[in-house]
């Protein structure tokens, strides 16, 4: 069959669980985006599509003894997601399996297990793009002012009500924080933050202005090496799965392999715009 990449097993019966608790564990350990944006299961629900409310805000104004309260309207909108699949197979033969001093089994696992990961928080991070709010440093370093400002942003759309702030940038744009962070590589010193001295000691840079910032080698850039980070609430965005992650094994007697396929489907979207700050920053070394 087309498509095939041969790695080697003997039995899919033998090797079906190891490569299934692989692949599941390695795709929740993997995934650094879908944990930080609001998460749907409709999993064994009729449809589709997922409608999520968006509740308007309502205020409270000052009433004289006596008056009676004018009613407020509270009409609801909606958001929609959609799922669709997503999918990869690997054929494996019993040839090279059985001259193989690895775990095959663990090993196709981790592999489906982290395509499965990097697709979806691919998808999410496409996202980004979509923000109203933006921060432009094209051609410039991402500075802790930037984190300063998203954070700024996001309070005054009130944002700061609806759970913690996360960003999510390109290892090279988070290079230019610590870079400035860690005045350059300086040794650790009382002169730095504890948080420069955190990145020096461990390589991440942790929390900045109440921002936990983590970093993702899936973060998009264009030719001139601007790379689309973000700023945002867990309420921001929207990933709703359809079907968890599925393992199915065939066997190919002709081939002497298996066949494993890993499939899963889910879709997703911004929830609301206004809880999200899109970090355009300079990413090269």
């Keep these: 069959m087309a498509n095939e990449f041969d790695t080697g097993v003997t039995g899919a019966d033998a090797l079906y669980a190891n490569i299934v608790q692989s692949a599941l564990f390695t795709l929740n350990e993997r995934s650094i985006l879908r944990p930080l944006v609001r998460n749907y299961d409709m999993t064994g629900t009729p449809g589709l599509t997922a409608q999520v409310p968006i509740y308007p805000a309502v205020s409270a104004s000052g009433v004289a003894d006596g008056t009676d309260l004018s009613n407020t309207s509270f009409a609801t909108s909606k958001k929609e997601i959609t799922a669709s699949e997503i999918g990869v197979m690997v054929t494996v033969t019993d040839l090279l399996e059985e001259g193989s001093n690895d775990d095959t089994a663990a090993a196709v696992g981790r592999q489906l297990g982290q395509a499965m990961a990097e697709k979806v928080d691919t998808d999410i991070a496409a996202l980004f793009t979509g923000f109203s709010n933006n921060i432009n440093k094209a051609g410039a370093a991402v500075t802790v002012a930037d984190l300063f400002q998203a954070a700024a942003i996001l309070k005054a759309n009130k944002a700061d009500q609806n759970g913690a702030f996360a960003c999510v940038l390109h290892p090279y744009q988070a290079y230019d924080l610590k870079n400035q962070l860690t005045n350059a590589g300086s040794t650790m010193s009382h002169a730095l933050s504890d948080v420069g001295n955190t990145a020096l000691l461990n390589g991440f840079i942790g929390r900045i202005a109440g921002i936990d910032v983590?970093?993702?080698?899936?973060?998009?850039?264009?030719?001139?090496?601007?790379?689309?980070?973000?700023?945002?609430?867990?309420?921001?965005?929207?990933?709703?799965?359809?079907?968890?992650?599925?393992i199915e094994t065939q066997r190919d007697a002709s081939l002497r392999a298996t066949e494993i396929v890993g499939s899963m489907a889910y879709g997703v979207s911004e929830i609301f715009d206004a809880y999200g700050v899109q970090l355009l920053g300079d990413a090269q070394l």
């Design 214 to 246: 983590f970093e993702s080698s899936i973060i998009a850039g264009d030719s001139a090496g601007a790379y689309v980070g973000a700023v945002m609430t867990q309420d921001a965005l929207g990933y709703m799965v359809k079907r968890a992650m599925r």
